[in-house]
């Protein structure tokens, strides 16, 4: 084959590049797409597929500096479902990835603290199982920082655990210590998970459960090895230290043995771990750590992970070998290739282009063959991993079964030495046990009668003390009793407990004696086997014997009479109970007297108390009927002020109306509660006189409300309202009523009262506004879209007066181009400054709803101030209409189908629109906002701009206006005369037209407010303020028809007589 020497430039740009930087390139983006995949807010577990990438990444870059760069731009603190399948990831990195990945955890420790302490101190479910596992995983970092023998998986050997734990029983103590804190962790966790999980339901099949039991395959995992670990360690240290210094070991390794057990039973039950994981099974009870030969009946709990099923879609590579495309892509981006560029040497493919493409195509074999060996590996290695945990679980069984035979042979042989070295001795003694044995029994014999003697006196003993407690017991009437048979009790006490320690003193003595001579017989018999001296001063030690034994049948006598002397002297003190008991009869005797006695008292006390409890009842009924009463005088005021004459003068607004109404609604439910609780119990009646009060004052509130809201309410609402009212009123009265009376108050249905109330409620609801039946939710997005709105009609309006600019430039000439441009430039102006006005204005409005906000959204902001957020509503609408407006005048004008004066009331409109805007945002704004203060210039601008219309729209005017000079030449003093009236009576009649079109305008004013709401309630976020006076409609004109003299004005100002107002507030 032909070597590649120099490669076409274009052929370089179509192969992939081999380069370390695309391999690392390739390598984050596919460790990127994995972490986000596998640590996303969804309620599922995490995908096994996604995390096997991570840990391979791991693998790969011989750490874990990827999977943290990328994990710390995670917003764990936004979500908890977040930060639990972060800590879950996090886990399976810890068991599975590199060594390194160990010390690179931690130096993010304080991040992981941080995420825990974050949501353990926020009342949400996985937030508190955040928190438990972050502690875990916290504790399994500095365990095994500390412990490096052990990996994070925690997978040794015996001789590694061995060679870890030392010979030094501290460190075996230190190290069965943590273990234990670390297995705590563990079951907390499972504890924490198992309590959230709901027990009725299959939860294990639900994503949400097993989002919740996924990690707990790495807990299972743990657990088995540290389960075995603490064995070893506790046989250990029973080995080294007394059984009573390790009882605290003992309590706390029990307790984790029950838990761990109840977690794997309820655990294997569980669908969901069937399929992942084989369960060990505990032995039923603890191991016995007191018997060394328990350690051979241990068995090491193996877990198994069965073999994956294979995933439907193919792995992704981690280590790109090539960023070749597939094998389908050459030809079509030769394709792309050569139709853009052409083929490389007329339509003859290059040798070098064929060798590059046969070199692809056996990259892409050799890629499918890799892409198999390596499933295939991974298969067996599986396999292999379960067959390598099966024979260990074998050889540790058969470990087990060995250590147990060698411990079995080594007691059988000590068993064998000491009965080799008993019969040796047995056959060398067997005479001389047989003679001391017979003296020995004779001894015992002796001892056992005396012991026999011994325990009878116990046993009378105990009789009389539970005979003198019984007796203690029966005679605490009088204190004098009591005495009494205490100071006897002490006395035989004191007696029976000289007679005890004088019977164990002798048994003590004579125990010594008996061992001494036991102890002595063995020295004799060994003696006479050596030699036959012995014999004769054995025979004199049993001559010695035999007179001790004298000795102590006569200690024997002397100890029989001591015990017949305790006899009578018990006998004595049984006497004195029986005189007790007489005298404890007869106090009984009197104390029945007295009883008797005293269920006579407690009779009359009873007869007395029934008759007070009668009284109260009364007291009760009379309270209950006194607040009725008043209640029922309240409610008749407030309905005959519905007919006063002086009431009519009374007005109320809808909106109080509606919260009269609803408090009084909502104390219905509290009456008919008090009423129910009095007719259960009439004793106290607190509890309806107050919720009868509570509803007498809001019910007459609402009636007299009602009748006040009736006043500015059309007529057909009107009779509506006041007949609800009238209808409420005598409803309430009738309920007073029966409440007065006792055979009628069980009959009282307060429950009727909620018919006419609602009545009220809704038509309070019905005479509000019609400007607030837009839903709050959707005045937010209502805002956004009137400034939109506003924004793209100033855009037309500047477009169409461009437009507008270019046609009369082309149509006229002279003093009208002339006059048509200054107009429109002026125009112009002013839509610039409007827009900039409106941008300003927007930007303020975020400044308050970010500054107002809070915690709320910022549809809650503008749901809260709905009067403020209407008026910004209606002040941008008017805005973009007065665009609208003045660019239709300015057209008609330029076309000479127009009048002036629009184009000036337009001019003045949206002076007065702009001015609505800018206090509408001026309402909320920071007095020291630096969006105010450019709003203000803005406002200023426009008002300036405004002004510059009027002002060339009447120069214009006077421009292109003829004026007819007046000639006077032959006319007389009657003809000038003539005119003059005529003129006066024209002006008379204008004047009387203007003055009828002023009234007209101050009603289309007025009716205007009525529709916008400036006539509704004042709103929540403005408390209520007196209406201005109104303005005059007319205005008084000079009493001669001449022109008055007016002072000159500055340019480019407005004038009221301009028809220009300050602005007002339509809803805020």
């Known amino acids: 084959m032909n070597s590649i020497k120099n490669v076409p430039a274009r052929v370089l740009s179509r192969r992939p590049g081999h380069s370390l930087e695309a391999e690392r390139e390739q390598f984050d983006k596919t460790q990127a797409i994995s972490i986000s995949k596998a640590i996303n807010s969804q309620e599922a577990p995490v995908k096994e597929k996604h995390a096997r990438r991570i840990i391979l990444g791991t693998h790969h870059e011989k750490g874990a500096f990827t999977f943290w760069s990328y994990a710390i731009g995670l917003p764990l603190p936004s979500s908890s479902i977040l930060s639990w399948k972060f800590c879950h990831v996090l886990h399976k990195v810890l068991r599975d990835g590199h060594p390194n990945v160990l010390h690179d955890c931690q130096r993010y420790r304080s991040n992981i603290r941080e995420i825990g302490d974050l949501w353990g101190h926020l009342r949400d479910q996985y937030g508190h199982l955040v928190n438990v596992y972050t502690k875990l995983l916290l504790t399994k970092i500095s365990f095994h920082l500390k412990h490096p023998q052990f990996p994070a998986g925690l997978e040794v050997t015996d001789e590694v655990l061995e060679k870890a734990a030392g010979t030094d029983v501290n460190n075996i103590f230190q190290l069965t210590v943590e273990m234990f804190d670390y297995m705590d962790c563990e079951l907390k966790l499972s504890e924490s998970v198992f309590r959230q999980l709901n027990t009725a339901i299959a939860v294990s099949q639900m994503s949400s459960g097993q989002c919740r039991l996924a990690p707990l395959i790495q807990v299972i995992q743990d657990c088995s090895h540290l389960y075995h670990y603490t064995v070893k360690l506790m046989f250990k240290l029973h080995a080294c230290l007394p059984a009573d210094t390790l009882q605290g070991h003992r309590d706390r390794f029990h307790e984790q043995f029950h838990s761990l057990k109840n977690f794997f039973r309820r655990a294997s039950d569980m669908l969901y771990f069937k399929r992942l994981i084989q369960i060990p099974r505990l032995p039923e009870g603890p191991p016995n750590f007191l018997r060394a030969s328990a350690l051979a009946e241990h068995i090491k709990p193996v877990v198994v992970i069965p073999e994956e099923a294979p995933e439907d879609e193919e792995p992704e590579n981690l280590i790109e070998i090539s960023s070749a495309p597939p094998a389908g892509e050459p030809a079509v981006v030769a394709d792309l290739f050569d139709q853009t560029f052409g083929p490389p040497n007329g339509s003859m493919k290059d040798d070098r282009d064929i060798q590059i493409e046969n070199l692809k195509r056996e990259v892409e074999t050799l890629r499918a063959e890799l892409e198999k060996i390596k499933m295939e590996a991974q298969r067996y290695i599986s396999q292999l991993k379960g067959q390598v945990n099966a024979l260990e679980a074998e050889l540790e069984e058969q470990r087990k079964q060995k250590q147990k035979a060698l411990v079995d042979n080594e007691q059988l042989r000590h068993e064998l030495a000491q009965l080799k070295a008993m019969q040796l001795e047995g056959a060398r003694n067997q005479s001389l046990r047989e003679e001391a044995e017979r003296k020995a029994s004779a001894t015992e014999a002796r001892y056992s009668k005396l012991k026999e003697k011994h325990n009878e006196l116990i046993n009378t003993h105990a009789e009389l003390l539970r005979k003198n407690a019984d007796t203690a017991k029966q005679l605490t009437v009088t204190q004098q009793s009591q005495e009494e048979v205490a100071r006897v009790k002490e006395q035989l006490a004191f007696q029976m407990e000289q007679v005890k320690r004088e019977s164990e003193m002798k048994m003590e003595e004579q125990n010594d004696q008996l061992e001494r001579l036991k102890r002595e017989l063995a020295a004799k018999a060994g003696e006479l086997a050596h030699a036959q001296e012995a014999l004769s001063r054995t025979e004199q030690s049993g001559s010695e014997l035999s007179a001790r034994l004298d000795t102590l049948n006569a200690e024997k006598e002397a100890l029989t009479g001591a015990m017949r002397q305790r006899e009578a002297e018990l006998l004595a003190a049984q ?34 108390e029934q008759g007070l409890r009668q009284k109260l009842l009364e007291d009760q009924f009379a309270v209950l009927r006194s607040a009725a009463a008043e209640a029922e005088a309240i409610l008749q005021d ?310 510059n219309v009027v002002a060339s729209t009447k120069s214009g005017q006077e421009q292109i206006e003829d004026r007819d000079t007046m000639d006077f030449s032959g006319l007389s003093l009657i003809k000038l005369k003539k005119q003059e009236m005529e003129t006066q009576v024209r002006v008379l009649e204008l004047e009387k037209t203007l003055e009828a079109e002023r009234v007209r305008l101050g009603e289309l004013r007025r009716q205007h407010y009525v529709l916008a709401g400036v006539m509704g309630t004042p709103g929540e976020e403005e408390p209520s303020r007196p209406s201005p006076a109104p303005r005059s409609l007319a205005t008084k004109k000079p009493p001669l028809a001449q022109k008055p003299s007016i002072a000159p004005r500055p340019d480019n100002q407005l004038s009221t007589k301009d028809g220009v107002y300050p602005a007002q507030l339509v809803n805020y």
């Open 575 to 608: 006497s004195l109970v029986r005189e007790k008991e007489e005298a404890l009869s007869q106090e009984q005797q009197r104390s029945s007297q007295e009883k008797g006695e005293l269920q006579g008292r407690l009779e009359e006390k009873e007869s007395q």
């Open 638 to 947: 407030a309905v005959s002020k519905l007919d006063d004459p002086l009431h009519l003068r009374c007005t109320s607004s809808p909106d109080y109306l509606v919260s009269r109404a609803q408090a009084a609604l909502d104390t219905v439910s509290a009456l008919e509660k008090g009423h129910s609780q009095y007719l259960t119990s009439s004793e106290d009646a607190s509890a309806l006189v107050a919720a009868l009060t509570r509803f007498s004052h809001l019910t007459a509130d609402t009636i007299v409300n009602g009748g006040a809201t009736s006043h500015l309410a059309p007529t057909d609402p009107a009779d509506r309202l006041i007949d609800t009212c009238r209808e409420c009123g005598a409803r309430a009265l009738e309920l007073t009523g029966q409440l007065q009376d006792r055979t009628m108050l069980p009959r009282a249905q307060p429950s009727l009262m909620r018919a006419p109330l609602q009545g009220l409620l809704q038509l309070g609801q019905d005479l509000k506004p019609k400007s607030l039946d837009v839903r709050q939710e959707e005045l937010g997005a209502m805002v956004d879209k009137e400034m939109a709105a506003t924004s793209a009609a100033i855009e037309d309006a500047v477009r169409r007066i461009e437009d507008m600019m270019n046609q009369a430039r082309h149509e006229s000439s002279g003093v009208k181009l002339e006059v048509n441009e200054r107009i429109l430039n002026s125009c112009t102006d002013l839509m610039k400054a409007i827009r900039l006005l409106v941008m300003t204005s927007t930007s303020l409005q975020k400044e308050i709803v970010e500054s107002g906000r809070g915690a709320a959204t910022q549809q809650e902001f503008y749901a809260k101030n709905s009067r403020w957020t209407e008026g910004l509503i209606s002040a941008s609408k008017a805005v973009g209409w007065g665009a609208t407006q003045l660019v239709e005048s300015a057209d008609k004008v330029v076309l000479h189908m127009g009048k002036y004066e629009e184009l000036i009331v337009c001019s003045h409109e949206i002076a007065a629109s702009t001015a609505q805007l800018v206090a509408a945002s001026k309402v909320k704004a920071d007095k020291h906002s630096p969006h105010l203060s450019r709003l203000q210039e803005c406002s200023r601008s426009v008002n300036e701009r405004a002004a």
